[in-house]
């Protein structure tokens, strides 16, 4: 009774109740039903006007107990190998969540992007970019993921267009070669609501037999960060902001 006053109510139902009401919840399947409504509702507030972009990215989520024996995870905040469990989060540009897919073994994020992720997406956004648009450009794609580097893979790419026509923004691994400084250019972007300016250069790559477009990002001290993307339709200092 005490507590319930606290919060403004008559009095607060004890923790077994909550549970009770949790599991019916659970029972009749409504989470997944209000989670596609926050969905779609996040999704039309964060509409733009050059396509849908999911950023995904995989969190070590420790286990502390005794009655299960997990796989170990190397948690870079405590720079350890831990037992535990990956939740690999679907974010907007500005961090916050769409959806989250729990990894139970060892599952890469290749594998969760592939089983689990991209049937989720295609599913809340089938009526967002209609097959009509699709057949009529090529280049367009239905929507755009974005993660780094423990995803890459060209031939994932490829895999991911031709299928779904899915496209992807994520780190090149494995760039030994300097491009040239001058063929750097200032380029105004959006970072999160804010303007910044960076100097980026664009030159067209094939790998695993498909075209793609490689854009680099060089710092004041001449070190070249290397992006590729399977999407032609963004500008390249919208890839560099978004990346």
């Known amino acids: 009774g005490e507590f319930g006053k606290l919060l ?27 989670n596609s409504e926050l969905f779609s509702h996040w999704l039309d507030e964060q509409h733009q006007e050059d396509g849908f972009y999911f950023y995904i990215d995989g969190h070590v989520r420790v286990y502390h107990g005794n009655k299960a024996t997990l796989p170990k995870r190397f948690v870079s905040r405590q720079k350890l190998c831990l037992a535990g469990t990956t939740e690999y989060w679907v974010n907007n540009e500005i961090g916050m969540p769409y959806l989250v897919v729990t990894g139970h ?3 890469k994020l290749k594998i969760v992007i592939k089983e689990q992720i991209i049937p989720l997406l295609i599913a809340e956004c089938k009526n967002r970019v209609s097959e009509e648009l699709l057949n009529n450009d090529e280049q367009l794609p239905r929507f755009t993921i974005v993660f780094d580097r423990e995803a890459y893979e060209p031939a994932f790419f490829k895999w991911l267009w031709d299928n779904y026509r899915v496209a992807v923004i994520s780190y090149r691994k494995n760039v030994t070669n300097q491009w040239p400084s001058d063929e750097f250019l200032p380029q105004l972007t959006n970072v999160i609501g804010k303007t910044v300016s960076m100097k980026l250069a664009e030159q067209p790559v094939e790998l695993s037999g498909m075209n793609m477009r490689e854009i680099r990002k060089e710092s ?22 978004r990346m």
Not at 15 to 34: H, S
């Open 220 to 241: 004041d001290n001449g070190h070249q960060t290397s992006i590729v993307t399977t999407n032609h339709k963004l500008g390249l200092q919208h890839i560099g902001g």
């Open 8 to 34: 403004g109510l008559d009095r607060c139902p004890e923790v077994k109740c909550l549970r009770r009401k949790i599991g019916e919840i659970v029972d009749q399947q409504k989470a997944r039903q209000f």
């Open 105 to 107: 073994l060892n599952e």
